[in-house]
């Protein structure tokens, strides 16, 4: 993959993680999807997807439930996403709920 077609990717995959996150902080209204947090945005090994991996901060929300929730929504998120990154087509999107937050298993400091 050259360079540049690689700085493309990271740039979508930027703009992808900065949109959800802004749609699903405000333009949800689903107390429980409001409650997720984007940890990143890659591409999907040898596909045309991107993979979302979301975090979820409390342990007692089943991620099936909230796989089925963004599942139901998956056409108005690819509807901000293509307003927003300005491209010929909007990728596909993946989603992944992983419990917790990025960098909950790492100690704080003293």
């Known amino acids: 993959m050259s360079s540049q077609v690689r700085r493309k990717q ?8 900065e949109r959800l996150g ?3 902080a405000g333009d949800i209204d689903d107390p429980l999807l409001q409650e997720l947090y984007v940890a990143g945005v890659e591409p999907e090994p ?3 997807n991107l993979v979302v991996r979301l975090a979820l901060p409390r342990a007692d929300i089943s991620a099936v ?5 963004l599942a139901a929504l ?3 998120f690819r ?4 307003a927003a990154i300005h491209r010929k087509r909007a990728p596909g999107l993946l989603f992944r709920v992983e419990h917790g937050l990025p960098g909950d298993d790492q100690e704080d400091e003293p």
């Open 22 to 24: 802004l749609v699903l």
């Open 46 to 48: 040898g596909g045309v």
């Open 79 to 82: 509807a901000e996403i293509a």
């Open 10 to 17: 990271d740039q979508l995959c930027r703009q992808v993680e």
């Open 74 to 76: 998956r056409t108005f």
């Open 65 to 69: 439930a909230v796989l089925q929730r």
